[in-house]
């Protein structure tokens, strides 16, 4: 059984920085690319980023080009995203996710329960 | 950027009847090439992460009951609900993956009438 947990949310300050990482089981995490979509409360889904399953290539919303990165550790099986210079529109649950493929990103086959990020003013 | 929009927002059925929620995307997400529409389905409820449904804008996934379907091809999609059951009730979003920025519709709320 496929499962993806998500960790490292919390109460930040405005420009403070997050790192959240999310762990993978129950597949060969190593084969696939892996996304972050977030979702601010009360709202609809957003696509943050995707990382091929190599590393090699990432994409990022224009929303937080800039300000996160997107990186993975293929021995560890966890996806991590640095988040510096966060303000209060990056106030979400922040959903890690496996892609189909291993390319730059199709649709997504299993999702994290989410964790919770609430940037404070 | 590709712009999805759903319709309509919110959407009120009788349990047992056809619940038909569309998507509309910006520009063509059908695929010449291989003659695929990168279009995905999801439902979330209260609570929960976003579950896939649907993919290549017509293909259930494993587990799925049939009687959620998707049409469509080019820029105008559906996803229809045949029979509606309780557990149904949710938000339903479609997703374009033709390309980054991926991107979703706003989401149409489906309750019980």
């Known amino acids: 059984q496929e499962q993806l947990v998500e960790s490292g949310g919390g109460v930040v300050q405005s420009g403070r920085s997050l790192r959240l990482s999310c762990v993978a089981s129950?597949?060969?995490?190593?084969?696939?690319?892996m996304h972050w979509v977030r979702q601010a409360p009360g709202k609809g889904l957003e696509w943050v980023a995707v990382i091929s399953n190599d590393g090699t290539n990432k994409y990022y919303s224009d929303s937080v080009k800039g300000r996160f990165s997107i990186s993975r550790d293929n021995s560890q099986n966890t996806l991590y995203l640095q988040m510096n210079s966060l303000g209060v529109e990056d106030t979400a649950v922040y959903f890690c996710?496996?892609?189909w493929g291993y390319g730059s990103g199709t649709y997504f086959v299993s999702w994290g329960q989410g964790t919770l990020i609430t940037v404070s003013s | 950027d590709i712009v999805m929009t759903q319709s309509p927002d919110s959407l009120a059925v009788s349990l047992g009847e056809r619940a038909t929620i569309n998507c509309k995307s910006s520009q063509s997400v059908l695929y010449s090439s291989n003659k695929k529409n990168y279009l995905a389905w999801y439902q979330q409820k209260p609570g929960q992460p976003p579950k896939l449904l649907i993919y290549?804008?017509?293909t259930r996934e494993s587990g799925v009951p049939d009687r959620f379907s998707g049409s469509g091809s080019g820029t105008d999609f559906t996803l229809t609900i045949s029979s509606l059951r309780a557990e149904d009730v949710a938000v339903y979003y479609c997703?374009?993956?033709?390309?980054?920025?991926?991107?979703f519709g706003q989401g149409t709320r489906l309750e019980i009438k």
């Open positions: 129950g597949f060969t995490f190593s084969s696939y690319s």
């Open positions: 996710a496996r892609d």
């Open positions: 290549w804008a017509s």
């Open positions: 997703q374009h993956y033709y390309g980054t920025p991926i991107t």
